[in-house]
Every structure is written in structure tokens, then in C-alpha cells.
């Protein structure tokens, strides 16, 4: 991960852990508070984020980055189980994809 996105990261970050702990956040019914417990880098334009709630729990966000466009930056979501399980498939169809396209490159 490059410096300059690694910063954009741990910025954006923080900015979501905020947000997560506004106790007049919609959804935030136990006025839980978020603080980042780790950034793990899993890719060069990708994360996982953990939060520790005031209650003890945590909790992982997936952060992803855009290169360019209108959206270009740091987003993120909460996968689900169901989240998780898309994405394996996902990864089967993307290798067939690339290795169909291969053949194009000549």
C-alpha cells in the first residue's frame, strides 16, 4: 500500500470511528462508543478495520479503495456472513473471466 493511500486510510478511518460514536447516530441505540483497534492492510486497496466498543465488543469494517472517478477514495461497509460468502463465489467467476480474457491480449 503506498504511503499517501496509507494516510488516506488511517484519516478516513477515524473519521468513521467518529461518526460510529455519536451517541445521536441513527442506529445507535446503546450510545456505544467506537475507538480503532487495529488496521490491518489486506491488499493494496484494501482493509480491515477493527473497532472496540464502550461495551466490549468489536467490530470489523471492510475499507476498500476507489483509484479514480467521482467515487475515487476510501469507502467501507460491514460485511455479513452472507457478504462473505458472495465474495468467495466471486473470486471463482473473476479467475474464469481473466483466464477467458487472456486469449484477448494478442
Known amino acids: 500500500m503506498n504511503k499517501e493511500i496509507v494516510k488516506e486510510l ?9 461518526r460510529y460514536s455519536r451517541t ?3 442506529g445507535n441505540y446503546n450510545k456505544e462508543l467506537f475507538k480503532i483497534s487495529e488496521i490491518i492492510p489486506t491488499s493494496d486497496h ?3 478495520v477493527i473497532m472496540q466498543k464502550n461495551t466490549g465488543k468489536l467490530a470489523a469494517f471492510l475499507f476498500y479503495y476507489i483509484n479514480r472517478g467521482a467515487s475515487k477514495g476510501w469507502k467501507y461497509f460491514i460485511p455479513t456472513d452472507s457478504h462473505i460468502t458472495g465474495f468467495r463465489a466471486f473470486e471463482y467467476y473473476k479467475m474464469n473471466v481473466e483466464r477467458y480474457n487472456y486469449k484477448h491480449n494478442f
Open 10 to 18: 488511517h484519516n478516513y478511518a477515524n473519521e468513521v470511528c467518529n
Open 46 to 48: 484494501t482493509a480491515t
Open 24 to 26: 445521536d447516530r441513527e
